[in-house]
Every structure is written in structure tokens, then in C-alpha cells.
């Protein structure tokens, strides 16, 4: 008996990750990466929790590392349907090449790769609701503030065949990130299917995440996560690829 | 659930073994390492501190070549390839010299760095292949010497090859025009002119791009006319002047360019394929220099262009004269927008529209967007004449 549940059961997960899976636009000009997350949190009380997050990504096909990352956040949960959380995150980035063009389309200067420091902020909030059949709905609404300071950065310039120093000024981006969420959130179950899609709003829709994967539950305290991320670029300055992300988590609850 | 951790785990481990700290910038090592390259004394043996010019004399049957220290140029009848084996960090900087005259032979090079050829009064006609093909990658400079006239013509059929001959002057990489000489190329085959990257004209170099078979000039990455006189003739069916994948940009120069082909179905899209006298898939700007432009074939276009159409400057002049039978021959079309906001731009047909910026409008005012304040503003269905002189 117990047999027939556990097939069903992957059999239905699969199910659901395959027709995910399938919803997702392919893309040609696009890379491929990896995301590992590590998380942990502490409660305070009974509704606020202090967490602590760390995150690594790579690009250029799993071949070169991206970005570090680590956080602290605050969680407060207003209602049993609606959490408010804060946050602030220090990113040391690998800034992509920058290739700059005369009119002609000859090569005037290039900006290699290198790595340098970021700044974030966010504050969201957080609506779910549950359905009988234990699928739970959610929408985050996300403001975060991105800050990076000025530097000065080495680049060649092909008319005078030398390098030069250009100071990068400091840039500073708003975002609304909008993630809608659906996932299967039985009690005590292993395994916690989730897909959703997230929206970066600047002035218009910059950027669109695709997400599908599962929690699994390996104890009262820890989890793991593993999933599948598009990363679809709409609008760039930096002109990034799409991105296929393979991501990795893991959780730890004091 | 011991062993998921270590699933996990290891996966992340392989993972991380993956994500080496490789950089994924664009190899510009021929560029920076170029300094030094040039202080190199060369006594390690490496041709770094050299800078190769080899003179190529076709003649008839046979060439007689002067100046390749490295011996990188095997010659078999008048047929000549040059092979420099050096990476582009370590590879000397090489001119060709091109002279002579040959009716069956053939220049190829294998490099990894880029080059120059110069054309100084050369003559090369090829029976079974591009007149000058250049398997390199980086750019090629074609220098057209001052005063001379050169001559480059193709075969109606090729032989099959490995690598790629898309006309009767192929690159592989980005080639600049320039030079104060004139140059004559004749596709009989395919394309006259073709580049996988991107093709510059600049200076005062004078081209006469004529094809029987395929497009006049052929871009996979760009076109950028600074310069020079360029003077395109296609007749085929369907062929282009200029056929550009990417963006066409005019700054300068004085440009003629011809089409007399009908429109083919093309089986593949469903639809007809008419001549063009230019064929962009990206932006079509112009701010400066003449372009004019003559199609009289069926359908034939003079602009026909994927994305928008930006006249800022410059003398602009298309007709077209073709029949609309199986397509509708336009001026200027644009799938996007026509926005004129200086110069001169002229723009007629004998059937159809003048201006087709994609709208349904039967309005003529809604087929371009015309800017500021110009001195002539004639917008009629088959005839548009804007000025700001």
C-alpha cells in the first residue's frame, strides 16, 4: 500500500515538473549556471525571525564564477496569510566585458571582466493563500535598491593601442520584483514541488524569472531545495544573456 | 536520507569543480599584446618582432612571390595559398601586395591574426572558387592602391570545398575597404562581396560590385559606409545590392545601386522574395553622403529593411519601376517605422506605395514620420520628396 502512494505521488510530482518544465520559453542566446544558496534562520518570537543567507552563481556555461553573495534579513509575519521581511545584501559581482564601437563598427574601447562590490536593500510582503487541496498560492511584492559605488577600472583603447584608467561612476537602480508562486505544500511531507515566475520592473519589465523545483525536508530543521531557473533578459544596459540556472539550496532552522 | 544528503553534496562538489575561474571576455590578446609584440627583437625564433610583407605577382598560369621569409605561401599553378600557423598573440603583422594579372587562379589564406591585402593593379579571375578568399577570422583591410584598378571575378560553379566560399571576395572576418584605387568584383557564382562578420567602407576607394548570380555586397554582422564610391549591379531574381543581417549604417560616400530581378516564391517562407536594392534585417540608418537607387524588377524594393528606417542627413533617392504581379514593388519598407529628420529623401514608385512603414493606414501621411521643419514636404501615395535644404 505504501508502495502504490509513494508511486503516485512521484508520478504526480513528475507530472508537475514536467509540464512546467515545458511552459518555459527557449532561448538561443543564452548561457547556462549554477546558483547554490545556503540559509539560516533564527525565531525571535512567535512572529519575527532573524536570518542570515549566503549565495554563489556562476555563468558562461558553468565556467566562470559570477557573483558572491551574503545577507542578513528580518521576517515579521503580520497575519497567518501576510509576512512583511527587510533585508540587506553585499554582493562582490564579476562585472561582464564592455565593448564599445565607433560608428563605423570598428572597436574603440574594451572593458575586461572584473570583479567589484555591491550594495542591496529590499523590503517586501508577502501574501499566501491555501487551497483544500493543499496547493498554495503566493504573491510577493518586492522593492529593492541596488548601489554600487565608483571605481576605477583598466581599459584598452584601440585607437591609442594602450591602457587607460576610466573611472566607472556610481550607479543606483530601483526595482519592483513581482513572484507569483504556486507549490504543493502538504504538511510533513518530504517533498515540496514549487513553480512560479518572478517579474523585474524598472521602468518597464527588465527582467522575467522562471522557477520550478522542489523542497525536500530532511528534518525538523534542515531542508534542501533543488531547481531549474530561466533567467529571461527583457531589457539590459549590460546586455546579458538569458540564463538557464541549475540551483541548489540548503536551509537551517534554529 | 543519509544518502540524498550525499547525492547532494557530491553534485554540489562536481559542481564546483566545473565552475573553474575561466573568463569568458572576448580574446582581444592580438590588440593588447601588440606593444610588445612590436619590441620583441625576434631571436627566439618566432616571426613577433617581424612585420611580413609578401608581393604576389600573378602571372597567367603561374606567380612569382617575393618577401615570405616564413614560408607560409604555397603556390600550385596560380592558385596561392598563405598559412600562417602562428596564434594571433604570437603571429607577425602581414601585408599582401597583389599584382599581375591570372584568368585561373586563386588567393586563400589561413591566419589567426588580422592582415592586409593591398590590390595594386591585380587582375584574378577563378573558374572553381572565390577570386580571394580569407579563411581568418579577425579583420581583413583591403587597400586598394592609389590609381590602380583591380579586377577580381568568380566561375559560375564552384568546386566543393570543406570550408566556406560564399562569393567571389569571402571573408570569414570583418573587411575594411579603403584606398584611393578603384576595384571592380564580379560574382558570377553567388554574392560578389561576402563577409561572416562585418564590411567598412572608408576614404576615397572606388567599388563596383556586380553580380549575375546573388547579392551585390553580403553582411552577416553589419554594413558601415563611411566613404569611397560604391557602385552595385544585380540582376538576378530576387537579389540584393546590399543584404545585411544585422544593422546598415551610411555616414558618407556616393552610392549607386541597381537591381533588375523579379521576385521568386520562396517555398521555404511561404511568401514571395523580391529584389532589393538594400536588404537590412536591422536598423537602416543614414546621415550623410548620396545613396541612389533603381529597382525595376517585380516587386522590387530600394529599401527594404526589418527594423526602422532613419534618414537624419545625406541624399537619398530610390524608384523602382517593376510590376506588382506577385509582389509589391516599394520605395522605402520599413516592417517598423520611416522617420526622415534631414537632407534630402526622395522616394517613388510606379505601382504601389512610395513609403511602407507596415501600417494599413490609405492615408500617405501614415506611411513615414517626417521631423522638424522641412523646406519641401510632398507626401502622395506613389511619389515622397522631403527636404530640409
Same mark, same amino acid.
Given at each position: 500500500?505504501?508502495?502504490?502512494?509513494?508511486?503516485?505521488?512521484?508520478?504526480?510530482?513528475?507530472?508537475?515538473?514536467?509540464?512546467?518544465?515545458?511552459?518555459?520559453?527557449?532561448?538561443?542566446?543564452?548561457?547556462?549556471?549554477?546558483?547554490?544558496?545556503?540559509?539560516?534562520?533564527?525565531?525571535?518570537?512567535?512572529?519575527?525571525?532573524?536570518?542570515?543567507?549566503?549565495?554563489?552563481?556562476?555563468?558562461?556555461?558553468?565556467?566562470?564564477?559570477?557573483?558572491?553573495?551574503?545577507?542578513?534579513?528580518?521576517?515579521? #509575519?503580520?497575519?497567518?496569510?501576510?509576512?512583511?521581511? %527587510? !533585508?540587506?545584501? $553585499?554582493?562582490?559581482?564579476?562585472?561582464? *566585458?564592455? &565593448?564599445?564601437?565607433?560608428?563605423?563598427?570598428?572597436?574603440?574601447?574594451?572593458?575586461?571582466?572584473?570583479?567589484?562590490?555591491?550594495?542591496?536593500?529590499?523590503?517586501?510582503?508577502?501574501?499566501?493563500?491555501?487551497?483544500?487541496?493543499?496547493?498554495?498560492?503566493?504573491?510577493?511584492?518586492?522593492?529593492?535598491?541596488?548601489?554600487?559605488?565608483?571605481?576605477?577600472?583598466?581599459?584598452?583603447?584601440?585607437?591609442?593601442?594602450?591602457?587607460?584608467?576610466?573611472?566607472?561612476?556610481?550607479?543606483?537602480?530601483?526595482?519592483?520584483?513581482?513572484?507569483?508562486?504556486?507549490?504543493?505544500? #502538504?504538511?510533513?511531507?518530504?517533498?515540496?514541488?514549487? %513553480? !512560479?515566475?518572478? $517579474?523585474?520592473?524598472?521602468?518597464?519589465? *527588465?527582467? &522575467?524569472?522562471?522557477?520550478?523545483?522542489?523542497?525536500?525536508?530532511?528534518?525538523?530543521?534542515?531542508?534542501?531545495?533543488?531547481?531549474?531557473?530561466?533567467?529571461?533578459?527583457?531589457?539590459?544596459?549590460?546586455?546579458?544573456?538569458?540564463?538557464?540556472?541549475?540551483?541548489?539550496?540548503?536551509?537551517?532552522?534554529? | 536520507?543519509?544518502?540524498?544528503?550525499?547525492?547532494?553534496?557530491?553534485?554540489?562538489?562536481?559542481?564546483?569543480?566545473?565552475?573553474?575561474?575561466?573568463?569568458?571576455?572576448?580574446?582581444?590578446?592580438?590588440?593588447?599584446?601588440?606593444?610588445?609584440?612590436?619590441?620583441?627583437?625576434?631571436?627566439?625564433?618566432?616571426?613577433?618582432?617581424?612585420?611580413?610583407?609578401?608581393?604576389?605577382?600573378?602571372?597567367?598560369?603561374?606567380?612569382?612571390?617575393?618577401?615570405?621569409?616564413?614560408?607560409?605561401?604555397?603556390?600550385?599553378?596560380?592558385?596561392?595559398?598563405?598559412?600562417?600557423?602562428?596564434?594571433?598573440?604570437?603571429?607577425?603583422?602581414?601585408?599582401?601586395?597583389?599584382?599581375?594579372?591570372?584568368?585561373?587562379?586563386?588567393?586563400?589564406?589561413?591566419?589567426?591574426?588580422?592582415?592586409?591585402?593591398?590590390?595594386?593593379?591585380?587582375?584574378?579571375?577563378?573558374?572553381?572558387?572565390?577570386?580571394?578568399?580569407?579563411?581568418?577570422?579577425?579583420?581583413?583591410?583591403?587597400?586598394?592602391?592609389?590609381?590602380?584598378?583591380?579586377?577580381?571575378?568568380?566561375?559560375?560553379?564552384?568546386?566543393?570545398?570543406?570550408?566556406?566560399?560564399?562569393?567571389?571576395?569571402?571573408?570569414?572576418?570583418?573587411?575594411?575597404?579603403?584606398?584611393?584605387?578603384?576595384?571592380?568584383?564580379?560574382?558570377?557564382?553567388?554574392?560578389?562581396?561576402?563577409?561572416?562578420?562585418?564590411?567598412?567602407?572608408?576614404?576615397?576607394?572606388?567599388?563596383?560590385?556586380?553580380?549575375?548570380?546573388?547579392?551585390?555586397?553580403?553582411?552577416?554582422?553589419?554594413?558601415?559606409?563611411?566613404?569611397?564610391?560604391?557602385?552595385?549591379?544585380?540582376?538576378?531574381?530576387?537579389?540584393?545590392?546590399?543584404?545585411?543581417?544585422?544593422?546598415?549604417?551610411?555616414?558618407?560616400?556616393?552610392?549607386?545601386?541597381?537591381?533588375?530581378?523579379?521576385?521568386?516564391?520562396?517555398?521555404?517562407?511561404?511568401?514571395?522574395?523580391?529584389?532589393?536594392?538594400?536588404?537590412?534585417?536591422?536598423?537602416?540608418?543614414?546621415?550623410?553622403?548620396?545613396?541612389?537607387?533603381?529597382?525595376?524588377?517585380?516587386?522590387?524594393?530600394?529599401?527594404?529593411?526589418?527594423?526602422?528606417?532613419?534618414?537624419?542627413?545625406?541624399?537619398?533617392?530610390?524608384?523602382?519601376?517593376?510590376?506588382?504581379?506577385?509582389?509589391?514593388?516599394?520605395?522605402?519598407?520599413?516592417?517598423?517605422?520611416?522617420?526622415?529628420?534631414?537632407?534630402?529623401?526622395?522616394?517613388?514608385?510606379?505601382?504601389?506605395?512610395?513609403?511602407?512603414?507596415?501600417?494599413?493606414?490609405?492615408?500617405?501621411?501614415?506611411?513615414?514620420?517626417?521631423?522638424?521643419?522641412?523646406?519641401?514636404?510632398?507626401?502622395?501615395?506613389?511619389?515622397?520628396?522631403?527636404?530640409?535644404?
Amino acid at each position: 500500500m505504501c508502495r502504490v502512494v509513494l508511486n503516485v505521488r512521484t508520478i504526480r510530482m513528475a507530472l508537475f515538473l514536467t509540464v512546467a518544465v515545458m511552459s518555459l520559453p527557449i532561448s538561443a542566446q543564452s548561457e547556462g549556471g549554477l546558483l547554490f544558496e545556503v540559509g539560516a534562520e533564527k525565531k525571535v518570537t512567535k512572529n519575527f525571525s532573524l536570518g542570515l543567507d549566503g549565495e554563489f552563481r556562476s555563468r558562461n556555461n558553468f565556467k566562470t564564477a559570477d557573483r558572491w553573495g551574503i545577507g542578513v534579513k528580518a521576517d515579521y #509575519k503580520l497575519t497567518n496569510w501576510l509576512k512583511a521581511d %527587510a !533585508g540587506y545584501k $553585499l554582493l562582490y559581482t564579476n562585472f561582464h *566585458e564592455d &565593448i564599445n564601437y565607433k560608428s563605423s563598427g570598428a572597436y574603440n574601447t574594451w572593458r575586461p571582466s572584473y570583479w567589484g562590490t555591491k550594495h542591496r536593500i529590499y523590503a517586501s510582503l508577502s501574501a499566501c493563500y491555501k487551497l483544500p487541496n493543499n496547493v498554495k498560492l503566493s504573491l510577493r511584492e518586492r522593492w529593492q535598491y541596488t548601489y554600487r559605488p565608483e571605481t576605477t577600472v583598466t581599459r584598452w583603447d584601440f585607437d591609442d593601442e594602450k591602457w587607460e584608467d576610466k573611472m566607472r561612476g556610481m550607479y543606483v537602480h530601483h526595482q519592483l520584483r513581482s513572484r507569483f508562486q504556486v507549490e504543493y505544500d #502538504k504538511k510533513k511531507a518530504r517533498f515540496t514541488p514549487f %513553480a !512560479g515566475i518572478e $517579474l523585474y520592473n524598472g521602468w518597464g519589465v *527588465e527582467k &522575467i524569472r522562471y522557477n520550478v523545483g522542489t523542497d525536500i525536508r530532511l528534518d525538523k530543521q534542515q531542508s534542501l531545495s533543488v531547481f531549474y531557473r530561466f533567467q529571461n533578459i527583457c531589457d539590459s544596459e549590460d546586455e546579458d544573456p538569458n540564463m538557464h540556472y541549475l540551483g541548489f539550496g540548503y536551509k537551517f532552522k534554529f | 536520507m543519509k544518502r540524498t544528503i550525499q547525492f547532494m553534496l557530491m553534485l554540489v562538489i562536481v559542481a564546483g569543480i566545473f565552475t573553474s575561474c575561466e573568463k569568458d571576455d572576448t580574446d582581444f590578446s592580438a590588440y593588447t599584446d601588440k606593444t610588445s609584440d612590436d619590441s620583441s627583437d625576434g631571436q627566439d625564433g618566432t616571426a613577433t618582432s617581424t612585420n611580413d610583407t609578401i608581393f604576389i605577382v600573378y602571372n597567367g598560369t603561374s606567380v612569382s612571390v617575393t618577401g615570405d621569409a616564413n614560408g607560409y605561401v604555397n603556390v600550385k599553378g596560380a592558385d596561392v595559398t598563405v598559412n600562417d600557423p602562428m596564434s594571433a598573440d604570437q603571429a607577425a603583422d602581414m601585408v599582401l601586395v597583389l599584382s599581375g594579372s591570372t584568368t585561373d587562379g586563386s588567393l586563400n589564406v589561413y591566419r589567426q591574426k588580422m592582415f592586409t591585402i593591398v590590390l595594386n593593379g591585380v587582375s584574378i579571375h577563378n573558374n572553381d572558387g572565390p577570386a580571394i578568399n580569407n579563411q581568418c577570422s579577425k579583420a581583413l583591410h583591403v587597400v586598394c592602391a592609389d590609381g590602380t584598378t583591380n579586377h577580381l571575378t568568380d566561375g559560375t560553379v564552384y568546386a566543393i570545398q570543406t570550408y566556406d566560399q560564399k562569393g567571389t571576395l569571402f571573408s570569414e572576418g570583418q573587411v575594411y575597404f579603403s584606398g584611393e584605387g578603384t576595384l571592380y568584383v564580379t560574382g558570377n557564382y553567388k554574392n560578389a562581396i561576402a563577409s561572416d562578420d562585418y564590411i567598412t567602407i572608408d576614404g576615397t576607394v572606388a567599388i563596383n560590385a556586380i553580380s549575375t548570380a546573388g547579392n551585390g555586397i553580403k553582411a552577416n554582422d553589419g554594413v558601415f559606409i563611411n566613404g569611397g564610391i560604391l557602385n552595385i549591379d544585380v540582376t538576378a531574381d530576387a537579389a540584393r545590392g546590399i543584404n545585411c543581417d544585422s544593422v546598415t549604417v551610411i555616414t558618407g560616400g556616393d552610392i549607386t545601386i541597381s537591381t533588375s530581378g523579379n521576385c521568386v516564391y520562396d517555398t521555404e517562407e511561404k511568401d514571395y522574395s523580391s529584389a532589393a536594392c538594400i536588404k537590412s534585417d536591422g536598423k537602416f540608418t543614414m546621415s550623410g553622403g548620396t545613396l541612389n537607387m533603381i529597382s525595376t524588377g517585380d516587386g522590387g524594393k530600394g529599401i527594404n529593411c526589418d527594423a526602422d528606417i532613419e534618414f537624419t542627413g545625406g541624399t537619398l533617392v530610390a524608384k523602382t519601376t517593376g510590376d506588382n504581379n506577385d509582389a509589391k514593388p516599394k520605395a522605402i519598407k520599413s516592417e517598423t517605422a520611416i522617420i526622415v529628420s534631414g537632407g534630402s529623401f526622395s522616394a517613388k514608385v510606379e505601382k504601389s506605395w512610395a513609403c511602407d512603414n507596415g501600417t494599413d493606414s490609405e492615408d500617405p501621411l501614415d506611411h513615414l514620420t517626417v521631423k522638424g521643419t522641412p523646406t519641401t514636404c510632398k507626401i502622395e501615395k506613389k511619389s515622397v520628396v522631403v527636404k530640409y535644404e
